[in-house]
């Protein structure tokens, strides 16, 4: 299935040193579903409609501090593929040409849309992300925004001093909240009111009731309930109506599943492939594979490498963590690190996945040993 019939013209440009004051106006006026940047009339970047919206950016910035580079993709490019490049862009948006020519666009939610039948056939629990971060409700918002930070997320669920879900946290709950009180207040100096937001408990900015996922029911049911309620993911529970938190469900935990290549072959997928330094793709690719190649009996079918920076830098090199999700016949195994640059951290996060692995491995063959126990016993 090609892109053809999913991408729209339906899209506004304009250049990378305008207004985002102006480019708002036009975003209020025309209602495109993306903007394509330009520069000297050659493309050069995307703003998605949430992007602009939820940023605080002021309006004399120019439109080149928001953009973001998302790689051109052609119009009867293959839907996986597409989907691909959207994880790994870190991006909901990608421009579309014809040719040499731009054409226009393609959303995440389009595609999402378009492929939803398909989806009956996996169920939340093989796509969730299961190593879930939650926060507590009386917990200080700027305690939620460190945590959203460090792991590189846009969403936490709220649980009680029990650890039962009360609510879900986005970054689009706090940006509202911040635009809202600054709305309210006027300019000026506001580092004061700003302390004092960051001290408000989690339990005032949280969404609540919660919309949920369980694992059994189908990803087509789950993506309905997104699109429905104009939302990008859901708190997976362990049964209907349930409040432990068994993981988060996201329209890119989705976009990646449609990238899954067949059983019994390996997919390798970036998120955020701009910020490999003195390390390749192919290099990154090349030592998953080996790891899974050690343990083949856990049969790893994909792979997802998740890069994240950091604000600080040692002599101007970033801070970067690395999280690295594999999934197996066996469930889930995952290994995170952090590193100054790309390459450091990304061999972090390998060391620390090989020996879950090893655990993992290890208690398989615990349990194929107590077995073999228990038949030996059977037969005396």
Same mark, same amino acid.
């Not at 580092?191 to 004092?196: A, E, S, T």
């Given at each position: 299935?090609?892109?053809?019939?999913?991408?729209?013209?339906?899209?506004?440009?304009?250049?990378?040193?305008?207004?985002?004051?102006?480019?708002?106006?036009?975003?209020?006026?025309? !209602?495109?579903?993306?903007?394509?940047?330009?520069?000297d009339g050659e493309y050069a970047g995307v703003i998605g409609e949430r992007d602009l919206v939820r940023s605080r950016i002021e !309006?004399?910035?120019?439109?080149?501090?928001?953009?973001?580079?998302?790689?051109?993709?052609?119009?009867?490019e293959d839907v996986r593929e597409v989907a691909r490049v959207l994880v790994e862009g870190n991006t909901k948006i990608a421009p579309v040409y014809e040719g040499e020519n731009l054409w226009g666009i393609v959303t995440a939610d389009a595609i999402l849309e378009a492929v939803l039948d398909s989806l009956d056939a996996l169920t939340v629990e093989q796509i969730r992300t299961a190593d879930v971060v939650t926060? !507590?409700?009386?917990?200080?918002?700027?305690?939620?925004? !460190?945590r959203l930070r460090k792991h590189g997320i846009s969403r936490l669920p709220v649980v009680d001093e029990d650890g039962y879900l009360t609510g879900v946290l986005t970054t689009h709950d706090i940006v509202d909240f911040v635009v809202r009180d600054a709305d309210r207040q006027g300019r000026g100096d506001r580092?004061?009111?700003?302390?004092?937001m960051l001290d408000i408990p989690v339990y005032d900015l949280m969404s609540s009731p919660v919309l949920t996922a369980t694992?059994?029911?189908?990803?087509?049911d789950a993506v309905r309930r997104m699109l429905d309620n104009d939302i990008s993911g859901l708190v997976v529970t362990d049964e209907e109506g349930g409040d432990s938190v068994a993981g988060v469900l996201t329209k890119t935990d989705v976009l990646r599943a449609l990238t899954f290549t067949e059983e019994g072959q390996m997919d390798v997928q970036i998120t955020n492939v701009a910020l490999l330094d003195t390390i390749s793709r192919e290099e990154i690719v090349e030592e998953i594979t080996g790891v899974a190649d050690k343990y083949q009996e856990m049969q790893v079918q994909h792979a997802h490498v998740r890069f994240h920076e950091h604000k600080e830098k040692l002599r101007g090199t970033p801070l970067i963590q690395c999280q690295i999700r594999l999934r197996t016949n066996r469930g889930q195994v995952a290994g995170t690190g952090e590193g100054y640059g790309a390459d450091h951290a990304f061999h972090v996060a390998a060391d620390t996945l090989e020996r879950n692995v090893l655990e993992v491995k290890g208690l398989i063959a615990d349990e194929e040993y107590r077995g073999q126990l228990l038949r030996k016993l059977g037969e005396l």
């Open positions: 299935m090609d892109i053809s019939e999913i991408a729209i013209s339906d899209y506004t440009e304009v250049d990378v040193g305008e207004r985002l004051g102006k480019v708002r106006s036009i975003f209020e006026r025309e !209602n495109p579903k993306g903007l394509i940047v330009t520069r !309006n004399d910035t120019k439109a080149s501090v928001l953009m973001k580079s998302a790689p051109r993709v052609d119009r009867t926060v !507590n409700e009386q917990s200080h918002v700027g305690q939620a925004i !460190n580092r004061g009111d700003l302390d004092r694992g059994d029911e189908t990803v087509e």
